[in-house]
């Protein structure tokens, strides 16, 4: 079993920057592919940012490409979102999943899933 906890989510202006962790519980945190997905109101759950067991790749949405940056760091347990260049577009509840599969975009494949943090973006 594993929990995910999203943290650092909130409100920016356009242009603003935010830092999302995710904290896992799993002892083989390192075993798992990460990924970041969001659900902006009134549309389904999209991915945002996967990334393999090793960080050694990553896959964007196009949406986010060059402006969001996917990170891990296994010793610690964490995946990371940063996000520059925020636009009103990407306010959205942002979660953070896991799976056991190679690196993928499909929520489907995903197994463990975190509560969700919360971005703002105002214009």
């Known amino acids: 079993q594993m929990q995910l906890v999203e943290s650092g989510g909130g409100s920016v202006q356009t242009g603003g920057s935010l830092n999302l962790t995710c904290s896992a519980s799993?002892?083989?945190?390192?075993?798992?592919?990460m990924g970041w997905f969001r659900r902006a109101p009134g549309k389904e759950r999209e991915f945002v940012a996967t990334?393999?067991?090793?960080?050694?790749?990553?896959h964007y949405a196009d949406s986010v490409q060059g402006r969001f940056a996917i990170s891990r760091d296994n010793a610690k347990g964490k995946a990371y979102l940063q996000m520059n260049n925020l636009k009103p577009d990407d306010t959205a509840v942002y979660y953070c999943?896991?799976?056991?599969?190679?690196?993928?975009?499909?929520?489907?494949?995903?197994?463990?899933w975190g509560q969700g943090t919360q971005v703002i973006v105002s214009s």
């Open positions: 799993a002892r083989y945190f390192s075993g798992f592919t």
């Open positions: 990334i393999s067991l090793r960080g050694g790749q990553t």
């Open positions: 999943a896991a799976t056991g599969a190679l690196i993928s975009s499909h929520k489907e494949q995903y197994r463990y």
